[in-house]
């Protein structure tokens, strides 16, 4: 029967999909070069071809021809290059950057992250009008912070077709910790198919791309081990949910390629180290629509730092990095051998894949995708799914006793919306959980928890109010939205200038959300309402509770989305504004 | 099973047509454009300053002014969203209850509107558009006869809005035997269903007949597809119509479909060999692979059967009554 639970083996799939996953070895623009050129993002390592540092710079947006798959397409690329060119700026400084557009169709650059005058965020409609055909548009901001951020178009679908780049801050008074070797891991998802049409598509069939869907062998093998009331207890809820517990993104490795700086999996992007020494790895997740689980075999990962923010050094096996997130990394390679950074999709539908080596065209062995995730009762029914999880039935109880619970406060538009599907009444409000397919997977795993900025708040003072926003959607319908209302039918969210305010963010669906706010910090607080981690993404796992501290410092207006981009697009977006 | 579903397909159609009687479903769409409790009623002295948009581009330092709100200004307060239609009932039986009406307002905006900034280009309301050709397939009868039969829909609209076209026809020895279209403006009623309202003709053997129809079409729980449709035609004729689809899939290309169709009518119609009451079902069950998503060949059984007064028309025409069938075909979308 259709919808069933529990984990496959790895590896089932449409026939076509292990060229996309693996890519072609010339991929992307460096098959223009004529050459195989990869691009190593080196600072301080050996090969440092598209950096551009300084405080001026001219940016160029075109269409390059690429060839990823096979197929040639066109990419929307700065400066002839997809992943564009890594700009590196100093805190202090003030930045000037010339935008060209050399399109036939309006553009953008956001800088992502990057706190700047309001008229300087590159969001056409809300910021500015957009850069036209032709047109150039000068940014020119100083830059107040340091750390891993990166930049993207914020026009249409040009995000997912190759406008984006890295952008490294280098700190005023030099860096915290002295490392050997600085690179930067940019990862992607690539895919020739047109991106409206995967709206499309979205829109029409939203299960399309998703070719792990529980299949009636997966029963059959689940009655014999538990029976067959087993089995079908466990499928029911999902079942009569209409809700398929394997929808963990909506597009996959069915159309993605994915790309570590630039380079597919068999291109192998690889940064070099000598034995003992420590690299910092500046890892960006500047996809469209992924969510990449991050692992070096054989090496511990310090993490330094999150969203460009100095943090407490944590050693982990692994993390799962959202869309939009950077995480600065520590790693001290001692042998003299390859080792491979492994980035697996979070349904484990494909992976960007680049090498450690001590000596160029070496590899180490690549790791076996896990086998696919599959939701669990607390991904569906927040607090009440902790411990097992019961059916739920009528009206969902008020558990007593039991700590850390809270209640969600549904807004009315919430209520008989055909696009909003379902409703966390008691969500979850831990942050240490890894999430989906990496509970218990024997590795150490990052969590929010784990993350702790040095020198705590920027702004001790006490939280004036608090503004609640429920993360809604229809599965079935591709809607997204705040509170149930879609972008276009909503009006902006007011802070008033200098308020210290809490943002309290439910996710009333069973996927994750990277929720965004431009301009400002988003200041994550422990569930008991301490200051955890300052970031400029906030992922909310499905029925989860995540509240943030926010000042609102920043006049002006501001988007403020899910950076999914095709829930963005879909009507998960707010404009904020600061008066 | 099935008969569990029909009944509630039944009380949505009956749910439907009340509503349709008393005006539209009144779903929440639209906010009411309420006060933030905690929000005391936005000052008129927002800051005023308005810095030209122009003066954005290739300026020296950034604006150190304020944004361009407008002067905030008093919402205009709605009242509040009726409660929904019977069809709350249907609405996520295993989801926590809930009422709107103690739900907080999910407006922020103390008045302010957005922006004039042009450039935003956020489609989350697109114009989509779909036509599926469910079943194109030869179908082999048990007494060797053979027909071809098309069966399929298309539909074109925004989230909540959309033109639906469906359509379904046999050819047999040569001829139009029976072609249903139906052309029906559907309205998203919950999350996983639609109201339809529209026309409906007949073509084919006898008579045109024409009808006006109003139902449902969506997902009941256990992802049974669902079709329910109530008919009025000239002269005070009525019908029904009721079809369930379930997919099991056994690998992620390899589908079994079983499906069902039941057809109730008010009163006789010998012209189309139609009689009162349940006159035909067919169930089928089919067996495709998506070569890819949009296009899977099949094979399949369908049982049909004829009931009552129709059985006696059909045996009349020298027509099997009941009839064992083999069937091929293609799924195709667009």
């Known amino acids: ?579 | 099973m099935n008969a569990r579903m029909h009944a509630n397909a039944f009380a949505l159609a009956c749910a439907l047509a009340a509503a349709g009687s008393g005006g539209a479903p009144a779903f929440a769409q639209e906010l009411p454009a309420m006060q933030h409790p905690h929000q005391p009623a936005p000052s008129p002295a927002a800051p005023a300053s308005t810095a030209a948009p122009a003066a954005m581009q290739d300026m020296a330092m950034p604006p150190a002014s304020p944004p361009p709100p407008r002067p905030a200004r008093q919402p205009v307060p709605r009242p509040a969203a009726p409660p929904a239609v019977a069809l709350h009932t249907l609405h996520m039986p295993s989801m926590p209850a809930g009422t709107s009406a103690d739900g907080r307002s999910p407006d922020y905006s103390d008045g302010y509107d957005r922006g004039s900034m042009p450039g935003m280009d956020m489609p989350d309301d697109p114009r989509v558009g779909m036509l599926l050709l469910d079943r194109l397939e030869y179908v082999h009868s048990r007494d060797g006869g053979h027909a071809t039969v098309l069966d399929g829909e298309a539909w074109f609209g925004r989230n909540f809005d959309k033109l639906w076209l469906k359509f379904e026809g046999e050819r047999a020895g040569g001829r139009l035997q029976d072609f249903r279209s139906e052309a029906l403006w559907s309205h998203a009623i919950a999350p996983f269903w639609d109201a339809q309202l529209g026309v409906r003709h007949d073509f084919g053997a006898g008579p045109g007949r024409s009808w006006a129809a109003i139902g449902v079409e969506g997902v009941a729980p256990y992802w049974f597809e669902t079709e329910a449709t109530l008919y009025l035609g000239q002269g005070g004729r009525t019908a029904a119509r009721i079809a369930v689809e379930y997919e099991a899939r056994f690998t992620q290309q390899l589908v079994l479909q079983p499906s069902l169709e039941a057809n109730f009518y008010g009163r006789d119609d010998p012209q189309r060999g139609i009689g009162a009451g349940l006159s035909d079902v067919e169930a089928g069950l089919r067996l495709r692979y998506e070569i890819r998503r949009e296009l899977a060949p099949y094979v399949g059984i369908v049982w049909r059967q004829r009931f009552g007064r129709s059985r006696d028309y059909a045996r009349g025409q020298a027509e099997p009554a009941d009839d064992l069938q083999l069937v091929a075909g293609v799924r195709a979308w667009f």
């Open chain 1, 1 to 579: 029967m259709k919808h069933m639970i529990r984990d496959a083996g790895p590896s089932v799939g449409m026939p076509s999909r292990r060229r996309f996953v693996q890519g072609l070895a010339l991929g992307g623009t460096a098959a223009l070069l004529g050459g195989f050129v990869k691009p190593l993002w080196a600072l301080d390592g050996p090969n440092q071809p598209h950096v551009l540092s300084g405080t001026e710079f001219n940016l160029d947006v075109a269409e390059v021809r690429v060839n990823y798959t096979g197929e040639p397409r066109l990419a929307t690329a700065v400066n002839g290059q997809v992943p564009g060119p890594l700009l590196r700026w100093r805190e202090g400084t003030t930045v000037v950057l010339r935008v060209t557009n050399r399109m036939r169709v309006p553009t953008s650059i956001h800088w992502h992250g990057i706190l700047l005058p309001a008229g300087m965020d590159g969001v056409p409609g809300i910021s500015f009008p957009g850069i036209a055909p032709g047109e150039t548009f000068t940014y020119r901001f100083p830059v107040r912070q340091s750390g891993t951020y990166w930049y993207h178009a914020h026009s249409g679908f040009q995000e997912q077709t190759g406008l984006y780049g890295p952008l490294v801050i280098d700190p005023a008074h030099g860096e915290r910790a002295r490392n050997d070797r600085d690179y930067v891991v940019m990862l992607n998802d690539w895919t020739d198919m047109d991106p409206d049409r995967i709206y499309a598509i979205l829109k029409t069939r939203s299960d399309y791309f998703n070719v792990r869907q529980p299949t009636v062998p997966e029963f059959t093998r689940d009655a014999a081990t538990m029976g067959l009331a087993g089995a079908l207890r466990e499928r029911a809820m999902w079942n009569r949910m209409r809700m398929d517990p394997r929808d963990l993104i909506d597009v996959t490795g069915f159309t993605y390629t994915y790309l570590m700086n630039g380079a597919t999996p068999v291109g192998n992007w690889t940064a070099l180290f000598r034995p003992g020494e420590r690299v910092r790895l500046r890892f960006i997740n500047g996809s469209a629509n992924s969510y990449f689980d991050v692992r070096i075999p054989g090496l511990k990962l310090t993490v330094v730092a999150a969203d460009g923010q100095d943090v407490e050094p944590v050693a982990v096996d692994e993390f799962r990095i959202a869309v939009a997130e950077t995480y600065d990394v520590i790693v001290e390679p001692h042998e003299d051998r390859a080792y491979t950074i492994f980035a697996q999709s979070i349904d484990r539908s494909g992976y960007a894949r680049g090498t450690l080596a001590p000596r160029p065209g070496m590899q180490a062995e690549l790791p076996a995708l896990d086998p696919v995730p599959t939701l669990a009762m607390v991904d569906m029914m927040g607090a009440l799914g902790e411990g097992g999880g019961h059916a739920m039935h009528g009206t969902q109880q008020e558990p007593m006793g039991m700590p850390g619970m809270a209640k969600a406060h549904h807004a009315r538009s919430e209520f008989h919306n055909p696009g909003v599907d379902m409703r966390i009444d008691f969500p979850r409000t831990n942050l240490d959980d890894p999430g989906a397919g990496l509970r218990d997977n024997g590795r150490r795993v990052l969590t929010y928890a784990d993350l702790r900025t040095i020198g705590g708040s920027l702004y001790p003072g006490p939280v004036t109010r608090d503004i609640e926003l429920h993360l809604d959607g229809s599965m079935e319908r591709f809607i997204w939205s705040f509170d149930g209302v879609v972008f276009s039918k909503a009006k902006p969210i007011h802070f008033r200038h200098g308020e210290h305010l809490r943002i309290v963010l439910c996710n009333d669906t069973m996927m994750n959300h990277p929720i965004h706010l431009h301009g400002m910090w988003s200041e994550v607080e422990s569930p008991e309402g301490e200051f955890q981690v300052r970031k400029q993404t906030v992922n909310v796992q499905p029925a989860q509770r995540v509240t943030y501290r926010v000042k609102a410092d920043a006049l002006g207006r501001w988007a403020y989305h899910c950076h999914l981009l095709y829930h963005m697009e879909a009507g998960m977006f707010r404009e904020v504004v600061v008066a």
